[in-house]
Each structure stands twice: as structure tokens, then as C-alpha cells.
């Protein structure tokens, strides 16, 4: 009996191969949970793919009308999940520079958007890509061609913190009605800031919830289970997480201050 994930890792693949000539796909690569920490109930399939230039409109509308199908929960098969496949030009990354540019991605969250309009296929500067190319190169596993560190030059510290950070403001405008992920989000970029790692959403709820004060680690916790578990639960004390994420963007602010002072 085949496997459910590789089947749909298999059919994201070839859904870049029908839209991308093989001659400028210079990788493809899947990284996130399915590499590093494990897929949870509600996570997504993560996939990144890497080529030599940038893909034309029609090409990019390619590879997402054929993505749709796969990914969207009325039309994939029960057992596939939820994919976020983004796609790079090397020459917008090597040599690195901030912010990066991203050629096209395709989520869920997405999904409206490009059934509305083409705007969402334009190329555009993405702050978060600096933290997405920091965990192919150093978790992905290459689906085609070679090691992800082969084609993709390392991020540098100050360029990452200033990534997660510059993610901030947006992450607070979405705390009501993704109060799980925003949560979890704020850990991890707490982690990365304090120490230039990135961590699992698990393993950074954990790293945060021992160094939070005992009153305000709750939401924490109660965000972790949920995502180990699946749901996004019901979130009836909004103050409460409000006061959470003021402390974890509290010592964000202090840790990044002191990094920027010792530059």
C-alpha cells in the first residue's frame, strides 16, 4: 500500500514538471514538519523549488491550476494535506541580498486570491523567505538535484533575526482568527532571536514555556497541544494571549536591540 504523503509529494512534483521545462529546474526540495519535527494533524506539505530564472505568467498559472486540485480540501484525496510550494530564481538569492524576492508561492491561504486574479503570480520582495531558505539549506531533502547548500548561499544572522521581526506586525493582525499558529510563531521567533537557531513550532513552544513566567505560559501550552493534537481551538480569553505575545515580543524587541548594538 503506498504512502499518502509520498504519493502527494509525487504529484506536486510532477505538477512543477508540467509547468517548468526540465532545463531550468535547477531543484526541488521538500522541507518543514515532513523533515524536521514530524507532520502534525493540520500541517502543511512544504516544497521548494529552485530555478534558474524566472518562470513566465504561464507558467506560474501552470503550476498553480494544477496545484488547486491537490491541495484544496474539497478536492484532494481524505489522506493528502494542505500544500505550500514556493518557487525562486537562483540569480534573486546568489548572491544574497535583503529583503529577497520570491517568484511565485502557492498556500491555501491563497487559494481565493488566485481564483480571483492573477496579482498573486507576480514576483515580490518576501521578508519570511529569508527564514524559509535558512530551513531548506538545513533541513531539505532534495526531491531533485543536488544538495539545497549547493544552490542557495546561507543567510546571514542579522538578515534572519531582521526577517522574523519584520513578520511581526502582520502575524499581530492575524492573532484573532489564527490565534494557534500566531502563538506558536512568536516562540519560534523568540528561539531564533536568542539564538540563530529555528526550531519546530513543538520544540520552540517548549524552549519558550520554560523561560515565560508561569502566569503567562498557558496559551503557550494550550497552542501546543493543539497543534500535537490538531485544532485550532476556541481561544475565549484573548487577553490572555494578548499578554503572552506582549512578553514574547518583549524579549524579542531586547534580544534584537542587543544584537544590533554588538553589530
Not at 526550531?199 to 519558550?208: F, G, I, N, V
Amino acid at each position: 500500500m503506498s504512502d499518502p504523503v509520498d504519493d502527494q509529494i509525487a504529484a506536486a512534483v510532477e505538477a512543477v514538471r508540467a509547468s517548468v521545462p526540465v532545463a531550468d529546474t535547477l531543484g526541488i526540495y521538500l522541507y518543514g514538519s515532513a523533515v524536521a519535527g514530524g507532520l502534525k494533524p493540520d500541517s502543511d506539505l512544504d516544497i521548494f523549488v529552485v530555478t534558474s530564472r524566472r518562470l513566465t505568467r504561464d507558467e506560474k498559472r501552470g503550476v498553480v491550476d494544477r496545484l488547486m486540485p491537490m491541495s484544496g480540501g474539497a478536492t484532494r484525496p481524505p489522506a493528502w494535506r494542505p500544500l505550500e510550494v514556493t518557487v525562486v530564481a537562483q540569480s534573486d538569492l546568489r548572491p544574497w541580498r535583503y529583503p529577497p524576492h520570491m517568484d511565485l508561492q502557492y498556500g491555501e491561504w491563497l487559494r481565493e486570491q488566485f481564483l480571483a486574479d492573477d496579482l498573486g503570480l507576480a514576483a515580490s520582495a518576501s521578508p519570511d523567505l529569508a527564514v524559509v531558505v535558512t530551513m531548506v539549506r538545513d533541513s531539505g531533502r532534495a526531491l531533485e538535484g543536488p544538495p539545497p547548500r549547493e544552490l542557495l548561499d546561507p543567510v546571514p544572522p542579522g538578515d534572519l533575526r531582521r526577517a522574523m521581526t519584520d513578520e511581526l506586525p502582520a502575524l499581530l493582525e492575524n492573532l484573532e482568527e489564527d490565534t494557534r499558529n500566531v502563538i506558536l510563531t512568536f516562540a519560534r521567533v523568540w528561539v531564533t532571536a536568542a539564538t540563530g537557531r529555528i526550531l519546530s513550532k513543538t520544540d520552540a513552544a517548549e524552549w519558550a514555556i520554560d523561560r515565560l513566567a508561569p502566569e503567562l505560559s498557558p496559551p503557550l501550552a494550550s497552542a501546543r497541544e493543539l497543534y500535537v493534537g490538531g485544532g485550532f481551538g476556541a481561544w475565549d480569553d484573548l487577553q490572555a494571549v494578548m499578554r503572552t505575545v506582549a512578553a514574547m515580543q518583549y524579549e524579542i524587541g531586547r534580544l534584537v536591540g542587543e544584537h544590533s548594538e554588538t553589530a
